[in-house]
């Protein structure tokens, strides 16, 4: 079967720096994958590629088999692939739920305005933001941004959704609440990468680990192989906080 | 709904106006109808869009040239007009491609260029357009009222026109993915929004009425020349009145179009010599004090009017 997402080698240079470097790394359709590293790994780049923000320099990007590498941001959102940003990125002057509908309107299944609107409620309702739905979006804490990401996402109808750190900078219990929301998000059918800097929260959440180091991918697995990897446990997590990761990790399996 | 039930009371209030006032007052009717095409034009992809666009003289001078030369080799003049206004559009398509992916200043600076560049190319052939020697228009066998109603009421049909236009693209998908590229291009590209698409339908549209405009125009005057239909204010002034009267509004571009006509008919012309430095103190006050034009003063001032009591 083909993978639902695959990088062929992919390389994206800035310059004189590999941001990323030969990734070959492929998504199968329902997984939780869960993208970590230390800051400048590359990770939020391998976002841009795969959304054609910053196209691969090198190698190749196949959704479900097809070439997208080269196509436009709109073109491959329109395809179902969908992605919060680390720095959010709201239309601040617009309301919470105008915000929403852009993503059904424009990439989701919304035929027509009045449609997304509708189509938006039930999003923001899923999000529990349905009481700020008239606010601007510019006035909202950053955990309600975060929100707001993840509903914009959800609006496009996406068989791919891409988040980046959504969970930075919010409370512990903000945190679990995100978290469980990703989780419903997966069980709707929708295939999922998760970048995040918590190495607890995303070895609960994923299925599967992927690790970036200086653009290059050192290691992929259950996150159990993950967390023995010397080569992870070298670069990135380090003797003692990978043998507290490995003890302390909940529910295994899924 | 309400907006349309405006624009139809607005259009038939000014057709009364030639039962109200003598050739001047026709005269200046026709300026603000004509300066509200101007200025609903420059709302498309400097309101809408957030593009600030200088291209505005350039669209209209094209249009009044493109029809000029057309009725010189002898177009019926509703062809000439219409052309116009599909060339200018035509216009706006090429060159969109080359200038649209430029931001905030370099697009301003680029979009200024392109007037200067077809006032060039207007001095560089002579034998079709005149070159600096400017350009006569066949003068219609009209009476004097009867020519200053025509082109009133051409000017005021136009200005209803592009302001049903202005209606329509602001319910649409298209005035909504345009309010998404303004306040944030790099997220409406991921939302799935065709802003190179979307950017260039703008432009497009903030020039097929300027040309028209400016064919209206040049059979109004009979004669032009590049100084007068590429000139910069023609550029200057849509973007002031959009300011004034609120920008990305509907009705915004035509009260700010009569405002300032209004005010330079008033204070100007006592003035003369002072006209730039006017128009300069103008954009300053604006762009510091009602970033949101008057509309907006307007309104938020009748919210402090009414009752205080929980919001809807
Ligand atoms: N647009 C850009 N221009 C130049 N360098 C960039 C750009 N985006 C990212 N980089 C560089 O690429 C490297 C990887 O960045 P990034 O993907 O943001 O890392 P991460 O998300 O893993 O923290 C960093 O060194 C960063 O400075
Ligand atoms: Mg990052």
Not at chain 1, 32 to 47: R, Y
Not at chain 1, 129 to 150: G, H, N, Y
Not at chain 2, 72 to 90: D, H, I, N, R, V
Not at chain 2, 159 to 169: E, F, K, P
Request: hydrophobic content about 55%.
């Amino acid at each position: 079967m083909t993978a639902l997402l695959a990088l062929e080698g992919v390389s994206r240079r800035f310059g004189g720096l590999a941001a990323l470097d030969t990734v070959t790394l492929s998504v199968e359709a329902g997984e939780i994958l869960g993208l970590i590293g230390p800051n400048g790994a590359g990770k939020t780049t391998l976002i841009n590629v795969v959304t054609g923000v910053h196209p691969a320099t090198a190698g190749r990007v196949l959704l479900q088999g097809e070439d997208i590498t080269r196509l436009k941001p709109y073109r491959i959102a329109r395809k179902g692939l969908a992605r919060t940003f680390q720095i959010v990125q709201p239309f601040p002057r617009m309301s919470v739920l105008e915000n929403v509908a852009a993503g059904a309107v424009f990439a989701g299944a919304a035929p027509s305005l009045k449609e997304g609107l509708r189509l938006s409620r039930e999003h923001l309702a899923f999000t529990g933001l349905a009481q700020i739905a008239d606010k601007p979006a510019s006035t909202l804490t950053l955990a309600q941004r975060k929100r707001l990401e993840l509903a914009k996402g959800l609006a496009m109808n996406p068989r791919f959704l891409m988040l980046d750190e959504v969970n930075a900078g919010l409370n512990s219990s903000e945190v679990d609440e995100a978290l469980a929301m990703i989780r419903r998000i997966a069980e709707r059918g929708v295939t999922i990468l998760v970048i995040e800097h918590l190495m607890k929260v995303v070895v609960s959440v994923s299925t599967r680990l992927a690790v970036l180091h200086h653009g290059a991918l050192i290691a992929v697995g259950t996150p159990r192989e993950v967390l023995a990897d010397r080569g992870v446990i070298e670069a990135y997590l380090g003797e003692k906080y990978a043998a507290r990761l490995a003890g302390a990790r909940p529910a295994e399996g899924a | 709904m309400r907006d349309w039930l405006l624009l139809l009371l607005l259009a038939l209030a000014c057709s009364l106006l030639p039962l109200a006032g003598d050739n001047y007052v026709l005269r200046l009717g026709t300026i603000v109808a004509m300066y509200a095409v101007l200025a609903q034009s420059w709302n498309f992809i400097g309101g809408l869009a957030g593009y600030p666009s200088f291209a505005t003289a350039a669209f209209f001078g094209l249009g009044a040239y493109t029809s000029a030369v057309l009725l010189s080799y002898g177009a019926p003049t509703g062809l000439a007009w219409t052309a116009a206004g599909g060339m200018a559009c035509l216009f706006a398509a090429l060159i969109g491609g080359a200038i649209l992916h430029l931001k905030g200043h370099y697009f301003a600076i680029a979009s200024l260029a392109v007037g200067e560049v077809l006032r060039e190319v207007v001095n560089t052939t002579p034998d079709l357009t005149g070159g600096g020697m400017g350009m006569n228009l066949p003068v219609p066998k009209l009476s004097v009222a009867a020519a200053a109603q025509t082109f009133y009421f051409s000017m005021l049909a136009l200005a209803a026109l592009t302001t049903a236009a202005a209606i329509i693209v602001q319910r649409s998908r298209l005035g909504f993915g345009l309010r998404c590229i303004q306040q944030n291009e790099d997220a409406a590209n991921i939302l799935g929004v065709n802003a190179y698409g979307y950017k260039t339908a703008a432009f497009c549209l903030s020039a097929v009425f300027a040309g028209m405009a400016g064919a209206i125009y040049a059979s109004w005057v009979h004669y032009i020349e590049p100084p007068d239909v590429f000139d910069i204010l023609l550029a200057v002034k849509p973007l002031v009145m959009v300011l004034l009267g609120g920008i990305g509004t509907v009705f915004g571009p035509i009260i700010g179009a009569f405002l300032l006509i209004a005010f330079e008919e008033l204070v100007w012309r006592s003035f003369l010599t002072i006209h730039a430095a006017m128009l300069g103190g103008i954009i300053v006050v604006l762009v510091l004090f009602m970033p949101n034009g008057l509309l907006a003063l307007v309104r938020s001032g009748l919210a402090r009017l009414r009752p205080a009591g929980p919001k809807p």
